[in-house]
């Protein structure tokens, strides 16, 4: 922490903050001295942090601001990133991003020796899927897969070019560079749409394009996913709350839900009987009319996912919870008493929807963590402290938590690394397991224990954190910039701060693909005399995502029937262009956008703003056309992404979305 | 017997159009009647307020009173109806309306409206109660049901009351005394009428 504060004190006075940031030196103040003096508070962030080249370093400052003013750990505080779906939680907890296997267990051979077990699978067939180096090495990002089809083969970091693509559930008008988007798809050999509605990656892929880039052995298919009313199961929160939802009616024409459609595509590729954990006459899933039981795929989630406490939140629990909804104070979350009539289970105690940690086995009772990090509380009350991740010691100084930082009631009243057998026998606390505990946990940590056994003696009996008790980290030494820095865009309208603020060097193999920083922000270092205009983009109340279901809807189609560009009264001005007008709004990909004009001083002269929910309209023409028949949402428009430009950030390769520059025209 | 009104806070809406979806989706009103909607003041600009109007279901409502064919009535519970059936669509009662709350479905030639619709406060129309009649012609008839308005009750914000205009007033008051501003609520004194000097508000506790 001493670190950021002498970079941030030497680098950014008022001044510097000013001429880079646009804020005044008095503005700065007045939000300072609010923070400062308003303890505690919460900063909330959705992607306009992340969705930049230096979107982890945005991220971090925000942390470290919080942990500045101590406002991590307790209630109110908190550095809060709201999610943009309601199950975008639990989708990243089950493991989808392509360097970790659930619950952020990582790739790492350990990690995939666990999974094996838990999910009833041979670990030797699990090896041989992949082929020689692959199966512990980070895959291509979502954001990359046309770079993943385009690239030259000798410049990737795998065998073959991406020939197949599934969407699932995801809206390709959320990702940038559409007009790359699009030749790719038409390279592709296959690509498959599994969603409710047929989405704009069907209009997309129908719509022709170039001819040369058109692969004619291409084949496309559509599966109709059910919605969420038309299937039950967990649903997890932004703030890690996981509720029970209950199907409403039965799925509609011939729509399917997502697991029975996973189910059918195992079956045909041969490995349903993994799938479901059927091996050696058990099986983890049972499977009923077609469909795995959705109650069996959260049993066997709960048996192997320790990291994260995503264990104690069995389907009975959670269906209490959903039944006896006003026992819970609606301001701690917490019960006070109750007893589900149906099943005897006594509520109290226990937070809403027992949010993530609830650690140990359901048994255990945890009551599941509303505020990470709370040293106010014992383990067993939603307590906890910051996790010993990063080792115990680094350039001769203790990483772990010092005399008597520790969690309220914990028998170690200074800061412990990670519990695994060896430290549980070196403490003496072995003996407290029991016999069967005791087979399952030799040779295995808190994380790699399936018995639950070690976090149940460390937490119930001794009240200290299974992961340890160490300090939080300020610098992320293995970051690019371990201190976060600010960096200037690839393309900006500030050729002056370029040199004091330059990007990342390139890098050759970033998630298994050549990533560019500085050759791109130096060759359009002056884009900014032919695009004056930054342009970012958002969301609207309306519309969700990509947008295609909720444009779909005409009690929300009607509130919103336009794609649109918010742009300064000043901007307008001078170029001609009165509010309602239609505008071209360009940018360096080479796309032009038809959009609606909306004259705000919502956004600064030098400022442009589009939503991102629009789809099917391209570079001003009407997609209509290339939609299934009778599948067209009621309000299309120009998806803001097909003109947004190359940009990734150095350490997730999130897409950036939220910084290009553009210039507008009256249409 | 209670008497219902609407009352918008603009301190507290955020302009998240929930009450107009609740509506709409409620009484299955077509595209393009709105019988609520969410009017912002100062867009884009410090100091930016929204607020969702409706039918207020005035106290002395001039709608009934220009009305040439009579099709007015109010309920017990203080809340204004009308009657489909002799509606003739001539729109004197749009032009009286402080709130614009009047709506007609169609732009016909030679001044075609169709039958006015408007705001309930989903108390349905002269029809038998929560009959599929009453339904096609006024949508929800949730007071019927023991129920209040679809959009008060969905909004996220609880900007948006509807109900008992003492109930209603209450937790107002409550409000502008924990805040400490605010005290004006818009549309009410034309609504329900403005206190004479030194009483009151109609339908307020003392």
Redesign the interface.
Known sequence: MDKVREDVLKKWTPEEVERVAGVPPEQMKRVAEMFAKNRPSSIIWCMGQTQHTIGNAMVRASCILQLALGNIGVSGGGANIYRGHDNVQGATDVGPNPDSLPGYYGIAPGSFAHWARVWNVDLKWLQGRYAPGMMSKAGITVSRWIDGVMEKNENIDQESNLRGVVYWGHAPNSQSRGLEMKKAMDKLDLLVVVDPYPSATAAMAAMPGEPADLNKNRDVYLLPAATQFETSGSVTASNRSIQWREKVINPLFEAKPDQTIMYLLAEKLGFADQLVGKRDGKQNIQVANGEPVIEDILRELNRGTWTIGYSGQSPERLKAHMRNLHVFDVKTLRAKGGVDKETGYKLDGDYFGLPWPCWGNAALKHPGTPNLYNTHLHVMDGGGNFRANFGVERDGENLLAEDGSHSKGADITTGYPEFDHVFLKKLGWWDELTDEEKKEAEGKNWKTDLSGGIIRVVMKNHGCYPFGNAKARAVVWNFPDGVPQHREPLYGIRADLVDKYPTHDDKRAFWRLPTLFKSVQEKYKDIGKEFPIILTSGRLTEYEGGGEETRSNPWLAELQQDAFVEINPRSANDRGIRNGDYVWVRTPSGARLKVKALVTERVGADHAFIPFHFSGWWQGKDMLPFYPEGAAPIVRGEAVNTATTYGYDSVTMMQETKTTVCQIEKA | MARMKFLCDAERCI???GC??AC??ENEVP??VNRRRVVTLN???PGERSISVACMHCSDAPCMAVCPVDCFYKTEDGVVLHDKDLCIGCGYCFYACPFGAPQFPQAGAFGLRGKMDKCTFCAGGPEKDSTAEEFKKYGSNRLAMGKLPACAEMCSTKALLGGDGDVIADIYRARVFKRGKGSEVWGWGTAYGKPPQGQPAQGGKT
Do not use: R, S
Request: hydrophobic share 25%.
């Open positions: 302009e998240c159009n107009v979806t709409k989706n595209w393009g867009d884009g600009v």
